[in-house]
């Protein structure tokens, strides 16, 4: 069973790194018309290069998984601000293209809490349709829309998860197909269930992307070792191997929050699960040390018996 590790956006072990870099609508706004377009040039060209430089410390680390920073382009879907960075950004981005592709990266979105499709407000349905195109239009961009991901939450449950569940159904088909067919979804701590995000999966033909931290915080009580083979079917279809979110409780009392590094005592009852499955899988890291964290748990993890670390962040458990 092979296992890769990645982490999210941000390699706080590079200086000045940050991919996420922004302005605001407001502060835009005080700037001369002429300046507006090449000030939000200037900082997605930032953000570039800095997802430039993670991208080569990735590659020299052994790292195969990552997650791009959703900011990486500032106000890109607001209303009020039409620019064409799709025209502006092209080149940067196919440069960021080639590098994953070269070297054999898989890449993902995931959106914020915002972008969701069971709300009862139409704007809320329209803006969640054009954050997925934005994220859409980047992968294509880079031309690695067919290899990467955009997952997202089911969403709000508004005092009534059936009628919720039922306005998803209903609002996803607004979504692009091209865009729907690389999305997957993920179970949340407070509301939706890996059980019953399973279900949506299931009848949308979308992969459950199973977070393990969120499963222990909002748990319906289905043992592991029979979930997660119904989890892994939803991916058969995808052309990627499962992939999963570790973490683990910041403390006993704000356990929902990340804490810095992840807990190996919190995580094994998954990890043995998930052996006892045999298939290979894909693990982001959500952590608030990033990629220190996620380098700290492949250690970890290669001191199981039976576990033998196969590159920087890829180990093989037999």
């Not at 880079?142 to 919720?164: F, P």
């Not at 197909?177 to 949506?200: F, G, H, P, Q």
């Not at 009852?269 to 006892?276: D, E, G, I, Q, R």
Request: aromatic share 10%.
């Amino acid at each position: 069973m092979r296992i890769r590790f990645g982490y999210v956006a941000h390699a706080l072990s590079l200086w000045d790194s940050s991919t996420s870099k922004t302005i605001t609508f407001t502060n835009w706004k005080k700037l001369k018309k002429d300046e507006r377009i090449p000030k939000l040039i200037e900082i997605s060209k930032r953000n570039i290069e800095n997802t430039k430089r993670a991208l080569h410390y990735n590659i020299a680390h052994g790292i195969k998984l990552y997650r791009l920073s959703s900011s990486i382009v500032p106000l890109a879907t607001h209303p009020e601000v039409k620019w064409n960075y799709k025209k502006d950004l092209q080149a940067d981005f196919r440069e960021l293209g080639e590098l994953i592709k070269q070297y054999g990266l898989r890449t993902s979105f995931h959106p914020n809490q915002f972008t969701l499709f069971t709300s009862d407000k139409q704007h809320v349905t329209s803006n969640a349709v054009k954050d997925m195109m934005y994220h859409y239009n980047l992968l294509d961009m880079m031309g690695v829309e067919r290899s990467s991901l955009i997952n997202i939450h089911i969403g709000g449950a508004y005092g009534d998860k059936h009628a919720a569940i039922e306005r998803f159904h209903q609002h996803i088909k607004l979504l692009p197909m091209t865009i729907k067919s690389r999305m997957t979804l993920e179970n949340d701590d407070k509301t939706y269930t890996a059980s019953e995000t399973l279900e949506v999966c299931k009848k949308q033909c979308i992969p459950l992307l199973f977070d393990y931290h969120h499963h222990m915080a909002n748990c319906s009580g289905e043992p592991l070792e029979e979930l997660l083979p119904e989890v892994y079917k939803t991916w058969e279809h995808f052309g990627l191997v499962p992939k999963v979110h570790l973490s683990s409780p910041k403390s006993a009392s704000n356990f929902r929050h990340h804490a810095d590094n992840v807990d190996l005592d919190f995580i094994m009852p998954f990890l043995k699960a998930a052996k006892s499955i045999g298939d290979d899988f894909d693990i982001m890291v959500e952590a608030k040390e990033k990629d220190r964290a996620m380098l700290k748990l492949v250690d970890d993890i290669s001191s199981i018996r039976g576990v033998k670390r196969i590159g920087g962040a890829t180990v093989f458990w037999k």
